[in-house]
């Protein structure tokens, strides 16, 4: 049964030791089709047994009912409705695009629990196999989930849908929010110094040169040297779209041949020595080693100045602007082509709960006073891994009190949330009227879950 690394594969819950070996089924049967797809009994009694044995994981009780066997069967038949009407709306999913997915969701895998080893130890399979014997159901799980959101995209909602919303909820219930901020940043990385710099580069170049003349494995060397999350993966990369990867990167591995080893290639994280894996189309899987500059070699002092006088030139010239100083200058890619916006990361929104700033950003934010700051420079960890060290200067560009919510304040919030809701009721709505298009079955009576 596969439902449990599924779950955790699209769900990203934290890793924990599963037990794979799943235990045979002694009788099964079928208990209702959909068009020509079968559904085993098997199947849902293990998909509950999983969904539990997770609870309890997480210190939940959850115990099994008849209900909640129901709710899985009819889950179950959902998604071969909606695998249906992918097939009939020709919506499909690219073989390069289940093995990027899969590649990704295995990283996330490997990250929590520590290792590839470890993964393979929980589930009784080398990461190769459970790719190989999980790749479809993967990709009926991608399509059911492209069916969903291209739906969902479909339905918009109204300034007047929102008032009705808001309006029916009752004064007395209406939440407090809690304060907010909208801010901006300018970010500048710092740069190498001249000698450490050349001196990461003779390293890389001597690491080539034991893959190629000494016949010493990459990934040996990866494992060893690496400076970056593929490290531990012996510097393997999942498939990736050419246009995924910075423009020098893409351009060294898409001039090789598979197998073949790059020339030491430098990006804006590094030092790279490439070896091109495998190749479709304009997807590509590679391994390397990255080596950066040691951080204690970084030119910090010149990134400082460089901000101190994008913030002095803000301050004393009333023409300039904020968000194209950030569009020029900016080093963050995230940012800079919007000016410098930071976006909550939880709901994609410009106003962010102090509490939820992280605690470098939420000290620079206790700093200012008014709206309309400009910071000092100050270090932070970019989001981007790879990045390493960074400044930045951050503007505070708005800044609203804690307050019972209303319509004039909270409208993008609001409207969020009620766009929310009627996504889920017209699409349940759609979906029990695709029910009515497809031949359902069922084969088995109401009784059949007493005793499981």
């Known amino acids: ?20 070996q799943n235990t045979p089924t002694t009788a099964d049967r079928i208990v209702a089709m959909v068009n020509d797809h079968i559904i085993l009994k098997s199947e849902i009694d293990q998909g509950i047994a999983d969904y539990i044995r997770q609870a309890q994981f997480n210190n939940q009780e959850i115990p099994f009912s008849e209900e909640l066997w129901y709710s899985f069967l009819e889950a179950e038949i959902d998604n071969y409705v909606l695998l249906e009407q992918a097939r009939v709306d020709s919506i499909t999913v690219t073989d390069s695009e289940v093995d990027q997915q899969m590649d990704r969701r295995i990283d996330q895998l490997v990250r929590q629990a520590g290792s590839e080893q470890a993964v393979e130890q929980a589930f009784g399979k080398s990461i190769v196999q459970l790719k190989a ?51 901006s940043h300018i970010v500048r990385l710092p740069k190498p110094k001249k000698d450490a710099k050349k001196a990461s580069y003779d390293f890389a170049v001597s690491l080539r040169d034991s893959i190629i003349n000494h016949g ?31 423009a020098e990167y893409s351009a060294a591995a898409s001039a090789l041949k598979p197998g073949e080893i790059s020339e030491v290639v430098e990006t804006e994280f590094g030092f790279h020595i490439i070896r091109l894996d495998e190749r479709v189309g304009d997807q590509i899987k590679t391994s390397h080693i990255l080596i950066r500059v040691d951080s204690e070699q970084l030119d ?38 919007s000016g410098g916006k930071i976006i909550d990361p939880q709901t994609g929104e410009r106003l962010i709960p102090l509490s939820r700033l992280d ?19 100050k270090p932070f960890n970019p989001n981007n891994a790879n990045a390493g060290k960074a400044y ?48 359902i079955e069922y084969r088995i009576p109401k009784m059949m879950a007493e005793g499981n």
């Open 359 to 377: 605690p470098a950003l939420y000290r620079v934010v206790l700093l200012m006073e008014e709206v309309g700051e400009i910071s000092e420079p």
């Open 392 to 439: 930045r200067i951050v503007r505070l560009d708005k800044q609203i009190p804690e307050h019972i919510a209303s319509m004039e304040m909270d409208y993008e919030r609001l409207k969020n949330i009620a766009l929310q809701q009627k996504q889920t009721r017209v699409f349940q709505e759609w979906l029990n009227g695709l029910r009515e298009e497809f031949y």
């Open 1 to 20: 049964m596969k439902k449990a690394f599924l779950l955790f594969l699209l769900s990203g819950l934290a890793f924990t030791s599963l037990n794979a």
């Open 216 to 246: 010493v494995p990459l990934e040996d060397l990866a494992k060893r040297h690496g400076m970056d999350g593929s490290a531990q993966r012996g510097g393997q990369l999942p498939m990736m779209g050419l246009n995924e990867l910075v």
């Open 300 to 337: 910090d002092a010149t990134a400082i100045a460089e901000l101190e006088s994008i913030r002095d030139s803000l301050l004393t010239q009333d023409n300039l602007s904020f968000s194209d100083l950030a569009k020029r200058n900016s080093e963050d890619p995230s940012t800079a082509t």
């Open 133 to 183: 014997d999980f790749r479809e159901e993967f990709r009926m799980q991608m399509l059911t989930e492209r069916v969903r959101q291209t739906k969902y995209q479909s339905i918009k909602i109204t300034r007047p849908e929102v008032q009705e919303f808001f309006d029916s909820i009752p004064t007395d219930s209406l939440p407090t929010i809690p304060e907010q901020v909208a801010l």
